[in-house]
């Protein structure tokens, strides 16, 4: 591995402005260490981007944040995650419960085999947050919100499968936040979109906060440059550098970030 320099000192914000942080974070699966040392904060309200080369342990990172690697064969962990200040890992939290507070949407579109409908109002259901009677206004406030009610009004028991990628991903969106998540993790939510659905996305993610904090994996700096507030560079496993996103990309403090921020899209995007 190059550039096996010491990792920076962290900055953490006092407690009641963060809503979750990881500290002292190793994640792996059987043999080997995926993730290393990873301390760090999410601030409330604010859009956070992870951003770094493929296999530098995003997914993996954002995935353990709602516990969804317990299940995954040969996953193990060290070190504390905490919502709110309390170890997500304690045995009194349900990892249902911690999904419904943070959650999340991945790649691509995964609307459940039911209607549109069924399909916003799923997890308002199970984790019984409304009446039967109401169930119909709620997927109406969840899909307007996300800006797809116009689209599916006359269709709301129709599959979701006819819907356009795009549409699909609004929809996905809208099933996360009928829950009402205090964090939402976002796995490249717009990776598999155009431009136009891309925008869409963005847009929505910049209304929702400060109400929510976000969480966002991204390939796309321009899309980390135009969205975040602060952004988390990593790098084969390890944190490389963290900070507000216009501090990185001005003045990073470390030669790999400025190769990765400012190299060729980086420099596209500076203009
Ligand atoms: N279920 C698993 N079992 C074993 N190893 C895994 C598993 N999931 C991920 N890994 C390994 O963990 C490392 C980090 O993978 P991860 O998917 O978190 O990277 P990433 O930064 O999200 O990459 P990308 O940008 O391509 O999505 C990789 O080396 C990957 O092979
Ligand atoms: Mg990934």
Request: charged share 25%; glycine share 8%.
């Amino acid at each position: 591995m190059d550039n096996v320099a010491p990792l920076p000192a962290v900055e953490r914000p006092a407690g009641p402005s963060e809503v979750m942080a990881a500290s002292d974070l190793v994640l792996g699966f059987g043999d080997a260490t995926v993730m290393r040392d990873i301390t760090v904060a999410f601030r409330r309200g604010t859009i956070t981007a992870l951003v770094g080369p493929s296999g530098s342990g995003k997914t993996t990172f954002l995935r353990s944040l709602n516990r969804m690697n317990d299940k995954v064969r040969g996953f193990w962990r060290r070190g504390e995650i905490t919502l709110e200040g309390e170890d997500i890992h304690a045995p009194s939290v349900d990892p249902l419960v911690l999904r419904r507070r943070v959650g999340m949407v991945f790649q691509r579109p995964n609307p459940f085999p039911m209607s549109i409908q069924d399909n916003v109002i799923a997890g308002v259901k199970a984790h019984k947050m409304a009446r039967r009677s109401q169930l119909r206004d709620v997927a109406e406030t969840y899909l307007a919100q996300v800006g797809l009610w116009s689209a599916v009004a006359d269709r709301l028991n129709d599959s979701p499968f006819r819907l356009s990628g795009g549409q699909q991903q609004l929809l996905c969106l809208a099933r996360a936040l009928a829950v009402e998540p205090e964090v939402l993790l976002l796995d490249e939510p717009t990776s598999s979109l155009d431009p136009r659905s891309t925008e869409a996305v963005e847009e929505l993610v910049r209304r929702l906060t400060p109400e929510l904090t976000v969480i966002i994996v991204t390939h796309n700096l321009a899309q980390a440059k135009r969205l975040s507030d602060n952004l988390i560079l990593f790098s084969e496993g390890q944190l490389v550098e963290t900070g507000a996103t216009n501090a990185l990309f001005e003045r990073p403090k470390r030669q790999e970030t400025a190769r990765y921020l400012l190299g060729e899209a980086g420099a596209l995007i500076r203009q």
